[in-house]
């Protein structure tokens, strides 16, 4: 079971940055994909899910209109799309899979990859 995720960096307020991860085709399959973050001092929280097929998202209220969950499923790969970031999207964003959705809950997730740092200099 594997998941790497990638793309963090150090980026402005109001830029886009793209984050990727790269699963296992066992992982992948069949399982809702989703991206976690943790900010310094704070509990781990859902930011976004995706469902096996990728017709149903969820995201948390304060990425809604701003960041986009989509998946690849020849490659098996999911992303996450960043734009217009703000300060308090600083965190490190983990790609997670879980079995069912919405995935909000932490004790859902069945596997975790490595985290990438994600800076907002405001």
């Known amino acids: 079971v594997q998941l790497q995720a990638s793309g963090g960096g150090l980026v402005q307020a109001g830029a886009s940055l793209r984050l990727s991860c790269a699963a296992s085709?066992?992982?992948?399959?069949?399982?809702?994909m989703g991206w976690y973050r943790q900010a310094p001092g704070k509990e781990r929280e859902f930011v976004a899910s995706?469902?096996?097929?990728?017709?149903?998202?969820y995201d948390v209220d304060s990425v809604k209109g701003r960041f986009i969950i989509s998946r690849d499923q020849t490659q098996n790969k999911l992303y996450l799309q960043m734009n217009r970031v703000k300060a308090e999207d600083t965190a490190v964003y983990y790609c997670?899979?879980?079995?069912?959705?919405?995935?909000?809950?932490?004790?859902?997730?069945?596997?975790w990859g490595k985290g990438t740092q994600v800076t907002v200099s405001s």
């Open positions: 997670a899979a879980a079995r069912v959705q919405p995935m909000g809950n932490i004790n859902e997730v069945d596997y």
């Open positions: 995706i469902s096996w097929s990728g017709v149903r998202k």
């Open positions: 085709a066992r992982t992948f399959s069949a399982r809702v």
